[in-house]
């Protein structure tokens, strides 16, 4: 209070008497530029903004060659798993008739083609002997491959670990409860909820449950003997839904549950679905590449077109990148489009046939997109066999789309560290490389690709298109080096609170008033020196620090050597009290000189003082 109390004294000093307040202005400012003068500089960190990749959109397909003539609409329906692909299929297709798709499940899209009341029929389940045996001359062709994931709703748990034994005890009904013994050891450290587990499945026939149900086949004998693999089957417990909506639907809004879609629906409706052990121990969550990967390392051997594909089957391939519950789905189509369809005309047996055609080859661009995988050239070219065996009246089909034949597209790459890793995406699928070549056998026509970032480089051409017209492409791809910059921190303990320090690295300082200093280099040897606070030793006061990939953080221990603290706890050194004490010097005589004449008598409104002269001291 004290020190208040003086303050306005004095300004009460300073009001009646301009001369001072000349000298405390002037002695105000001389201690400011005394501060100023002394105060050390900072220097602001250099924000780097991220270097980023463009991504361009996949365009517009469309069928090469020559169009068929426009012809009533074509229909077909089946699958609910290839909805999305075969939605966006007939939506951009622009070879001829316009096409018009029924997601009705596999169950009656096999039953629709057997009856003739479509064109084509989709299945992710083949036929069956008995079905066979109703609609002979009936031909299967592979279109698209995807997963199958478990999904649950289990409130507050993180993605769950899940084997196929496991899984299939769940649906028999022998493992009932998500605090199950079984479950914590797969998924140690999580907490499971002592809640009974609601089974749901698919009430309609699916395609879906076919291939949900053949992988609980080869992952449980008794429920290989009991129940079986069947796009319909008798579920021993559980909930039915219809369709994937309907299942997902049911299975996120009711507490848990657990149930089975296909991995496109998930993930394009957010839905949370768990981890499978494959037969290599690992256990993933499915992606397009873990998928392509399955049927790649599967390499089923295929029957021709009018053959028996029932078991026909790409599930628990042996990589260690393979999800396991991975499938090919399948279109269904009459061989002799004539006997089969009396009213055909042959301008919609060519649309059909091309519509088909495109599908396999420049419509396999729109696959990964929407999570399904890109038919490789080992079942395209069977799938293209097999078209071309259809016919009407007795004639092969002409088909007007781009030709069987496959060529190379290769990316050459300039400018990276021998040995280090890159790749190139094509409609989802990657292709990666330690060398300076990676190489993708590609049909005609127009595909998309971009390449991911490489950490410490930049690109020249990040994505693109390439434009496949009978010929291998090269392309040229430069990698540039492109500084990556990492963190160097110092952190302090022992100062007091609001003291300026500062270290210095190379030509730069940085100074805080708080209990840490950061600076941003790039990988390299850099020394640095703790600059000098009075009144503390510090330790360590100076060295080197190498950045080699990752961030450092280096402590600093200032220790006190007695010095007293000031105003903001910070330690004066000896200028500031000669500063503070030449002030006060100051500040003393002007008060004393005062005082002195206040006592002699001096008249408050003498010449002096400024004021007027009285009557009784005139001449």
């Not at 991995?263 to 981890?275: D, E, K, M, P, V």
């Not at 499978?276 to 390392?297: I, R």
């Not at 004066?572 to 004490?581: G, H």
Request: aromatic share 10%; net charge negative; with cysteine.
């Amino acid at each position: 209070m004290s020190r208040h109390v003086i303050h306005r004294g004095a300004a009460r000093q300073v009001q009646s008497h301009p001369k001072l307040v000349a000298t405390f202005v002037t002695t105000g400012v001389m201690c400011a530029l005394m501060f100023v003068g002394v105060a050390p500089g900072f220097s602001a960190p250099v924000s780097l903004a991220p270097f980023q990749h463009a991504q361009t959109p996949s365009p517009k397909a469309a069928a090469s060659g020559c169009s068929p003539s426009p012809t009533p609409t074509l229909t077909g329906a089946g699958s609910t798993l290839v909805y999305p692909l075969m939605s966006q299929w007939v939506s951009v297709y622009a070879g001829g008739a316009a096409v018009n798709y029924l997601s009705v499940g596999s169950g009656a899209g096999i039953t629709d083609i057997i009856a003739k009341t479509v064109d084509f029929g989709a299945t992710d389940a083949p036929l069956n002997a008995a079905q066979r045996a109703a609609a002979p001359g009936l031909l299967t062709v592979p279109e698209s491959a995807g997963g199958v994931v478990p999904i649950y709703n289990v409130p507050g748990a993180p993605i769950l670990n899940f084997t196929g034994a496991v899984l299939a005890g769940i649906y028999l009904g022998t493992i009932t409860n998500w605090n199950s013994s079984e479950l914590r050891a797969l998924n140690p450290g999580v907490h499971l909820p002592n809640a009974s587990i609601g089974v749901v499945y698919r009430s309609d026939g699916s395609g879906t449950t076919f291939i949900w149900t053949s992988y609980l086949s080869l992952e449980n004998a008794t429920w290989a003997s009991i129940v079986g693999k069947g796009t319909a089957v008798p579920f021993p417990i559980g909930t039915g839904e219809p369709k994937e909506a309907g299942l997902g639907s049911y299975v996120q809004s009711t507490p848990y549950t657990i149930g089975y879609i296909d991995l496109s629906y998930a993930l394009t409706a957010g839905i949370q679905f768990g981890r499978v052990q494959n037969p290599a121990g690992h256990f993933l969550l499915a992606t397009v590449n873990d998928t392509a990967s399955a049927l790649k390392d599967a390499n089923p051997t295929l029957p021709a077109g009018n053959g028996d594909w029932y078991n026909v089957s790409v599930l628990n391939a042996p990589g260690t990148d393979d999800y396991p519950i991975t499938s090919l789905t399948y279109v269904l189509v009459y061989a002799n489009l004539s006997a089969a369809y009396p009213s055909y005309t042959l301008g919609k047996a060519e649309n059909l046939a091309n519509f088909l055609w495109w599908m396999v080859t420049v419509g396999q661009n729109y696959s990964a997109p929407l999570y399904f995988v890109p038919l490789p050239q080992s079942i395209v070219l069977p799938d293209e066999a097999t078209i071309e065996t259809m016919t009407f009246n007795g004639s092969p089909i002409p088909i007007c789309g781009a030709t069987h034949e496959m060529y190379a597209v290769t990316f050459d790459e300039s400018g990276l560290a021998s040995g280090t890793n890159w790749s190139v995406t094509i409609s989802g699928v990657s292709e990666s490389s330690t060398t300076d070549r990676v190489t993708f056998q590609l049909p005609n026509g127009t595909v998309t690709y971009s390449i991911p970032p490489v950490r410490g480089y930049a690109v020249n051409h990040s994505s693109g298109s390439v434009d496949v017209q009978g010929t291998p492409r090269t392309l040229f791809v430069g990698f540039t080096v492109y500084p990556v910059y990492y963190t160097l921190a110092f952190s302090e303990t022992g100062l007091a609170s609001g003291t300026n320090w500062s270290v210095t690295i190379g030509t730069t300082t940085r100074n805080s008033t708080n209990s840490s200093i950061t600076f941003r280099e790039t990988n390299g040897t850099y020394s640095y020196q703790v600059g000098a606070v009075t009144g503390y030793t510090v330790s360590p006061s100076s060295g080197p620090l190498t950045l080699a990939g990752t961030p450092i953080q280096t402590g600093l221990v200032f220790t006190s050597t007695g010095g007293t603290s000031h105003g903001s706890n910070s330690v004066l050194s000896t200028t500031d009290y000669a500063i503070f004490a030449g002030i006060a010097i100051v500040v003393a005589i002007l008060l004393a000189v005062l005082l002195t004449r206040r006592k002699r008598g001096a008249p408050p409104n003498s010449q002096e003082d400024g004021g007027e002269s009285s009557p009784h001291n005139s001449p």
